[in-house]
């Protein structure tokens, strides 16, 4: 299965451009990414969406396709959570031992 996180020059393969290109496309927000500790990174996923013509995806929709809390009980749980905090509600999630073992 191929790297679902992308360096600057692999997602530049991907989309078979120039990674000078991309760099000045992701820092002017037109191409899905983030820099982290000062270096690119890109979703796999998100650049096929984004090349689709698709808008971002959501966070629930990421999680989903990779994979990540999809088969967890918990899943539904920790999204209401998210998007609890998202519209300013303070909820707290007890960690209990059968939560943990879920």
């Known amino acids: 299965m191929p790297n679902e996180i992308l360096t600057l020059r692999e997602a530049a393969a991907l989309l078979q451009i120039p990674s000078r290109i991309l760099r000045e496309a992701a820092s002017k927000g037109r191409v ?38 999809a088969d967890s009980p918990l899943f539904a749980e920790v999204m209401a959570v998210i998007e609890a905090s998202r519209s300013g509600e303070r909820r707290l999630v007890q960690a209990t031992p059968e939560r943990v073992a879920a």
């Open 32 to 69: 899905p990414g983030r820099r982290i500790a000062g270096q690119w990174r890109f979703s796999r996923f998100a650049l096929h969406y984004w090349l689709s013509g698709g808008a971002a995806p959501s966070l629930e929709t990421r999680l989903r396709h990779a994979g990540v809390l």
